[in-house]
């Protein structure tokens, strides 16, 4: 809800309802303007930046309904390799706001500049891409201005006020969301009664190129799934030694294939969602008997969660929706994994058009412990010869991780030998047990890494 209570609006939900409402008439938008009186500076340009996530889509819904009659100067720098949705969503911006998006893009895509550059990759350390890509082409557009003075509005939200603003020399950057003391949930409340939630923040937290450095191992695990073309160029880029290349690129055959089901047949094991205790047991029991040590033995380890919503009907339990989202070599990697994920949902509930209290409730974890053939799955991280998105992290090691868990979850419930076709012949498998697991808050630490904190002109 808002930080700051206003005379004028007891509640969020009135002042979302005036925001969505009559406008200039409402007390809502009276006090806003109250609040911000250097929009109305007739002296300046008004700049407002957009990126087609959350944040700046707000941003500008809120500033031109509290401001008709300013005549702001909304811009897009576009990479060339952004989600489908960020484009949609700009196109419904545009309509609700009656007003033109400028939207500038670099002489070169960000694939292309990949490719030119001879295989160099951005990173969280050489962040050529925003340089080339976002801040070139805005400086190039502010040319067109002279020495007026300008005005840029960034979508910073007021529990991120510590957060470093995208500034340029000579612009005042106003920070709207921290002046109101509006947070996260007024953002998204504000999106749900206008143009909606842009649907890229089912599968990931930020907006910017569907290949970000920035992302999560769990948004690149999502990418895989939702978007496999974006992630087969994200993995066509990646520059991996050949032992890497060798050991990723042994994968299991199409499980619908070689099973004869269908896609919509195929699920992952669950617990008695009435007795989760009992997966627990089962998994402390059966653990026992696994080798502290895999590496070197017959058989490999890996961890694997899988998200499962379930409704509690007055029958029984229903589950909805079930997807693995991530996959580790360790037990406290794949619970930090999931601990992010979780605050995740509950900070966008409203995408999936449910509540924060529904999703608390409904989006629960299962974990697995797999045990493979070693000479099959490859757990280690790509080695010192390859160059990737992120370091000691690979698309292909990804995806290679993710469908032998796949396919080993998906034979257990299909009732099938524990043994998984490859391209190299068959595979054993053993599901280990499973355990239900309760996400917790993440650390301070986990929630400014700064690995994970993109661009502010990316990803505002």
Not at 151 to 162: F, L, P, S, T
Not at 408 to 423: F, I
Request: with cysteine.
């Amino acid at each position: 809800m808002l930080a700051v209570q206003t005379p004028f609006c007891s509640s969020q939900q009135a002042m979302l309802s005036a925001i969505a409402g009559d406008g200039g008439a409402s007390a809502a938008v009276q006090w806003i303007r109250q609040m911000l009186p250097e929009v109305l500076d007739t002296t300046c340009v008004h700049v407002i930046p957009v990126s087609g996530g959350a944040d700046s889509t707000a941003l500008a819904i809120l500033m031109v309904t509290a401001f008709p009659e300013v005549p702001f100067r909304f811009l897009f720098t576009d990479t060339g390799a952004e989600p489908k949705t960020v484009y949609e969503s700009l196109d419904r911006l545009e309509l609700f706001i009656g007003r033109r998006i400028e939207r500038l893009a670099a002489e070169k895509s960000l694939y292309d500049a990949v490719i030119q550059f001879n295989g160099f990759l951005p990173s969280a350390r050489e962040r050529w891409c925003t340089r080339l890509l976002k801040l070139q082409p805005y400086k190039a557009w502010l040319k067109q201005f002279g020495s007026q003075r300008l005005k840029m509005y960034v979508g910073i939200r007021a529990e991120e006020d510590d957060r470093v603003a995208f500034v340029t020399d000579g612009i005042d950057t106003v920070m709207p969301f921290v002046t109101l003391g509006m947070v996260r949930e007024s953002i998204f409340g504000i999106l749900s009664k206008t143009i909606g939630i842009p649907e890229m923040y089912k599968h990931r937290t930020r907006s910017g190129c569907s290949t970000c450095p920035y992302m999560r191992q769990s948004e690149v695990t999502m990418l895989l799934q939702h978007d496999p073309a974006a992630f087969a160029i994200g993995q066509q880029l990646e520059k991996l030694g050949d032992a890497d290349v060798a050991r990723y690129d042994v994968l299991p055959e199409p499980y619908c294939q070689t099973s004869g089901l269908a896609r919509n047949w195929l699920g992952f094991p669950q617990p008695d969602w009435y007795q989760p205790e009992v997966g627990l047991a089962a998994m402390r029991s059966r653990a026992k008997s696994v080798p502290a040590d895999l590496f070197g033995s017959a058989m490999q380890g890996i961890w694997v969660a899988v998200e499962f919503w379930v409704h509690d009907s007055y029958l029984e339990p229903v589950v909805w929706r079930q997807e693995l989202v991530a996959t580790s070599t360790t037990r406290h990697g794949l619970q930090k994994q999931i601990d992010m994920h979780m605050q995740h949902r509950l900070s966008t509930a409203e995408v999936w058009h449910l509540s924060r209290e529904e999703m608390q409730n409904e989006a629960r974890f299962v974990l697995y412990y797999l045990n493979v053939d070693a000479e099959v799955l490859q757990v280690e991280r790509p080695g010192a010869g390859s160059y990737t998105w992120q370091q000691g992290h690979a698309y292909a090691r990804t995806k290679h991780l993710v469908q032998w868990a796949q396919a080993a979850l998906w034979s257990v419930v299909a009732g099938a030998e524990p043994v998984v076709a490859g391209r190299h012949g068959s595979v054993k498998i053993e599901v280990l047990g499973q355990e239900v697991y309760q996400p917790k808050p993440p650390t301070i630490e986990d929630t400014y890494d700064e690995r994970y904190i993109a661009c502010p002109m990316c990803s505002l």
